[in-house]
């Protein structure tokens, strides 16, 4: 268990990041002990980036668990997104900021059916600006919930490093909560949509992806 907490697991995106810091480390040491030294901390930091910890999933879903690790930044009462043609649909909108510390595997907030995925290009703004929510480059869930208490929406941000989103479910797919749906390349944010629950979170408090609760049924 020790072992797993100072060795997480690492995501398979990782891989070829960690490999190339690696042999630029490898190769910096040969010349310079300075720049070694610091390549060798961003070889540590990439493999950190890229981890992938098992989580503790609740199993309920009378509650949404966070799709993301990170900080609350923002609740507020929204239309939904047109791009899913839900702007007539009034939300609950929770936005966490991940920053370039924190794990970026995201994950879906209960069970359900992916009944839509949707990736917009956009812009590279700060993700912890509200703005980002509708200029950025960002990939949406849909996820029909199974007890159909209502629309439940993820949307993965860029940020103003991140330049990749990845997506390892797909459309027509049933997904259990708190299974791996996807994660950002580097700092990102993470919005969920939700109605008719009660929100758990206030805005400022760090959240765990899979295991803290953002809202009740």
Known sequence: MMLEKIFPKLHQEGYKFLVISGVLTLILWSISDFFG???????????????????????????????ADGIISTISEVNGPVELGLENKKFTRVSIFMNIF????????????????????????????????????????????????????????????ARRIITQVQKKQTVNQGQRIGMIRF??????????????????????????????S
């Open 37 to 67: 030294f610091i390549f060798t901390l961003i070889t540590i930091w990439v493999y950190y980036f890229f981890r992938d910890p098992e989580r503790k999933i609740i199993e309920d879903d009378t509650y949404l668990v966070s799709p």
């Open 102 to 161: 924190d794990c970026h595997v995201n994950r879906a907030p209960l069970k359900g059916e992916i009944e839509d995925i949707f990736y917009k290009p956009g812009k590279f703004l700060n993700a912890s600006l509200d703005k980002a929510s509708e200029d950025n480059e960002r990939n949406y869930f849909k996820i029909k919930d199974s007890k159909t208490v209502g629309d439940i929406v993820v949307v993965q941000i860029a940020g103003l490093i």
């Open 187 to 216: 700092g990102s944010r993470v919005d969920i949509y939700y109605d008719g629950r009660k929100t758990m979170v206030k805005v400022g408090q760090n959240v765990i992806a899979g295991e803290s609760l953002i809202a009740s």
